[in-house]
């Protein structure tokens, strides 16, 4: 069982939980390692986001807790930096790249916001052509290296967040199958982390977690590293199907996981 989560929202973005009661739960749970992402900060929606005031005040509570804590548990700082933030993420521990919007025509879309606005989105921006519509997002996806600098890449397939059972595309369709193989192999020349993200697995969204098992077959057959996290935005849900996600990643060939210690990542034996 993986003791550790670096992919961890607070009240300070569309967390329901504070900063401590996540260390607290953490410690509770037997956890040796907790690393805090809060959401980057954009321009044009800052409904779920840390404004740039809060992220100075998350880097300091966060900065208190590493000290209170460090005799019980170990505490990073990171960053998930969306795609479209402009600015330097400096001073974190690591950073987390994600794309949760497409620009299309000047219209920023929200992928994980709701399957209804998503649809009218799709419908009206690109004339109800899913495909074309997730070219769009995979291109980003390829890009997140170049454009974030990250450490850890988050949920890559976001795009399924509302198509479980292939409610608006079949995701077995050759399109939709390249545009994912061609953002990977983007993806793994630079040799960091996929994360395995069970967060719509914890608000009841999806059964799996992302990204799909023939992507992270796909991975591990190119010697990708992965991680666990939880994406997790309630205190009770740390470790939200962690033991699933784990057998999974068995099952895809993985013999080890990446966790994050003072010395950098290191592989965990799963
Ligand atoms: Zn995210
Ligand atoms: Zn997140």
Redesign the pocket.
């Given at each position: 069982m993986i003791k550790s989560n670096f992919?961890t929202?607070t009240s300070y973005c569309d967390g329901q939980s504070t900063a401590e009661e996540m260390v607290k739960e953490a410690i509770k749970e037997n956890f040796t390692a907790l690393g805090f992402?809060g959401?980057s900060y954009t321009s044009f929606d800052e409904s779920y986001a840390m404004s740039l005031a809060n992220e100075q005040k998350y880097k300091d509570e966060i900065a208190n807790l590493k000290g209170k804590y460090k005799s019980k548990i170990m505490i990073f700082c990171g960053l998930?930096l969306d795609f479209f933030s402009d600015y330097e993420a400096l001073g974190y521990d690591y950073i987390?790249g994600?794309v949760h919007y497409v620009k299309k025509d000047g219209v920023v879309v929200p992928v994980d916001l709701s399957p209804e606005s998503l649809k009218d989105n799709v419908n009206n921006l690109w004339g109800g052509d899913w495909f074309n519509f997730t070219e769009d997002y995979y291109n980003l996806v390829s890009l997140l290296q170049a454009k974030t600098k990250a450490d850890i890449y988050?949920?890559i397939d976001l795009v399924l967040k509302f198509n479980e059972a292939n409610r608006f595309f079949d995701q077995t369709d050759k399109r939709y199958v390249n545009q994912v193989l061609e953002a990977v192999d983007s993806l793994l020349e630079a040799d960091k982390i996929f994360e395995v993200n069970t967060?719509a697995m914890a608000n009841g969204l999806r059964t799996i977690p992302y990204p799909e098992k023939w992507i992270l077959k796909y991975i591990n057959s190119k010697g990708g590293k992965v991680m666990l996290s939880s994406?997790c935005h309630n205190a009770q849900k740390l470790a939200y199907g962690f033991d699933s996600a784990a057998e999974i990643l068995k099952d895809c060939g993985f013999k080890e996981v990446y966790t994050l210690n003072q010395s950098g990542f290191e592989p965990v034996k799963l």
């Open positions: 992919h929202h992402s959401h998930e987390i994600s988050g949920h967060g994406d």
